[in-house]
């Protein structure tokens, strides 16, 4: 296990398409996070599991946009009716609850709706 | 809630200069605090952790950072850069979850 790995790396879609992203985490990680980062600014935190549980949500994420992790493993990312503002690089992280070790993170999904 | 601010986006340095990137943290409770890079091109990578203890902590590559509470502070810094330290550079704190700072574009001239 060498990483977190996201899919697909790049997704280029229509305005008003769903698209669906993947996040396949650190296998002993049981934490698991959403960020968004755009241009000029630091990732912004989307959601957060533990185990398969959502735990907590940003005010970011709107109704269009719904994350599942339903076994504990992977993840995925949903952002139904795409709209240009979603344009961004979609970031997924891992860690272990009480380690010091920080957070694991992917390479990302960059996201272009046209 | 967590909050970070970086003061400098953007900074430009000559091989060899001292550098020292500004952080400043907002937190209610205990924070653990990092510095995180991303090279251009590359994902984000862990430069270096604070969690507790010295309040120096010393990182990969060099770099540094100094926690100093009175001042809700964590400053990286490197005494030489070099042209492959051109990146981004970004302060973190958790609570929760790790908050990030907006980030710092470091370009090193050769």
């Known amino acids: 296990d060498t990483g977190v790995s996201q899919n697909p790396r790049h997704k280029i879609t229509k305005r008003g398409q769903n698209v669906t992203f993947r996040c396949d985490p650190i296998?002993?990680?049981?934490?698991l996070y959403w960020y968004r980062q755009t241009l000029g600014q630091g990732p912004e935190f989307l959601t957060y599991f533990q185990n398969e549980a959502q735990l907590e949500k940003s005010r970011l994420l709107s109704d269009r946009f719904s994350a599942e992790r339903p076994k504990g493993s992977f993840s995925t990312l949903e952002i139904q009716r795409t709209e240009q503002g979603d344009s961004a690089m979609y970031l997924c992280?891992?860690?272990?609850?009480?380690?010091?070790?920080?957070?694991?993170f992917g390479s990302g999904t960059r996201l272009t709706v046209v | 809630a967590q909050s970070v601010s970086q003061h400098n986006h953007h900074v430009i340095l000559s091989e060899a200069a001292s550098l020292e990137l500004g952080c400043n943290y907002s937190y209610g409770g205990t924070v653990n605090l990092f510095w995180y890079v991303q090279y251009p091109g590359q994902h984000l990578q862990l430069l270096l952790k604070y969690f507790s203890g010295d309040p120096l902590v010393k990182g990969i590559k060099g770099f540094e950072a100094e926690f100093i509470k009175s001042k809700f502070s964590f400053n990286l810094r490197k005494p030489s850069v070099q042209w492959s330290d051109t990146a981004e550079y970004f302060c973190?704190?958790?609570?929760?979850?790790?908050?990030f700072g907006s980030g710092t574009i470091l370009r090193v001239k050769s």
């Open positions: 992280a891992s860690s272990s609850t009480g380690s010091k070790l920080g957070y694991t």
């Open positions: 296998s002993e990680h049981n934490r």
């Open positions: 973190a704190v958790t609570g929760n979850k790790l908050v």
